[in-house]
């Protein structure tokens, strides 16, 4: 559907949180209260089926190798191969020691003891969510990882995302999901043990769970329905900007694909394009969704693009790559028509778990830093000490605390004879 430019910053893209917050209050209170026995309930009742264990046993997470096509097994292999690298090359060593003279003063960084991994399984099954939290988690030092997805219709868990998880490096993973999984992570059950932080993406229902135990939990970012927004020009390939618009409206029938093109004829052509993929592959996609816009050129497709702040960024046009430096905002930037969005989702190395309507503008995708935390220190010498004591002293009381001023007053007078 062709649109005025402008028309595309008054699209709605927030969704009302608090009516969905409301609907997962009781569940989540529940869990609290009544542990395990509230997930089988709620298992029953939302998935439909009695869970065969919450915890996945050892050997089921052992037999899903032999379900598992070998070929699946080593393009999963190929992606941990790349997240890793990825993942490791940018943790670099953070840890500073920097030598003032008088003072030094530090910086350490240390893994957070445990993290939850939501690992989507109704309508959306994404195994490849636990190749994007739990390698960084693992880099990062994390002592214990939790997975927690819904069980199939024979209440196990899928053997393909029980392989991801173990490439991944998870060991903990529970057949339980919704906003009663997210529940469980945040306060523990019997057969649940708490953790210190939730990540992973997930239905409105487990969002708005999230956002419910935030309060006591932290989590790694609000999500909404995926999107996608490409930059292209006339010498884009039509056909390609299409395929990757319609891919990402395949996730949810609330995904968004936006295209800002220079060329009438490319807007033209890529509506065409995205009509014929769908009715030749019959998905069941919602091109309502799909916006193209004529915009006057890239310089003004990119100062919508960051008011947008996409999930995913898409530039295909002459010198795109001289552009980068010009976005501010975007979950994951994909540049020439090489980079299909769907390479970031799997297997380049870059992480598929990122900000989405507009959170972009604040947040960044998961990383091995979401997964931990940095101490400060200092060392000062009684140089360093007497240089900015009386700052201190005067700051001190000028803030009522005259005890603060105190100890360094203290510290300051005449030294102890012994």
Partial sequence: MIVPAEELLRIERKINWDEYIEKVKPIVERVRQEGDKA?????????????????????????????????????????KENIERFHSITAVE??????????????????????????????ASYPSTALMAGIPANIAGVERIVACTPPDKDGRIRPLTLVACDIAGIKEIYAVGGAQAIAAMAYGTETIRRVDKIVGPGNVYVTAAKLLVQKDVPIDMPAGPSEILVIADETANTEFVALDCVAQLEHDPMALAIVLTTSRYLAEKVDEFAKSIVAEHSAEINLNNLKIAVVRDIDEAIRLANKIAPEHLSMMFERAEDYLDKIKHAGSVFIGEFSPVACGDYASGTNHILPTSGYAKVFS??????????????????????????AVIKLARAEGLPLHALSVEKRLGPRSSS
Wanted: charged residues 35%; glycine residues 8%.
């Fill in 94 to 123: 953070r840890d500073m020691k920097i030598d003032f003279g008088d003072c030094i003063l530090g910086k350490k960084y240390t893994p957070l003891d445990s993290v939850g991994i939501y690992i989507p399984g109704g309508r």
């Fill in 365 to 390: 995708g998961i990383s091995v830093e979401t997964f931990m935390k940095h101490v400060t220190y200092q060392i000062l010498s009684e140089e360093a000490l007497r240089r900015i004591g009386n």
């Fill in 39 to 79: 997930l089988i309930e709620f298992t029953k009742q939302f998935d439909g089926v009695e869970p065969k264990y919450l915890r996945v046993p050892k050997d089921e997470i052992d037999r899903a190798y032999d379900v598992v096509d070998d070929e699946i097994i080593d393009a999963l292999e190929l992606a």
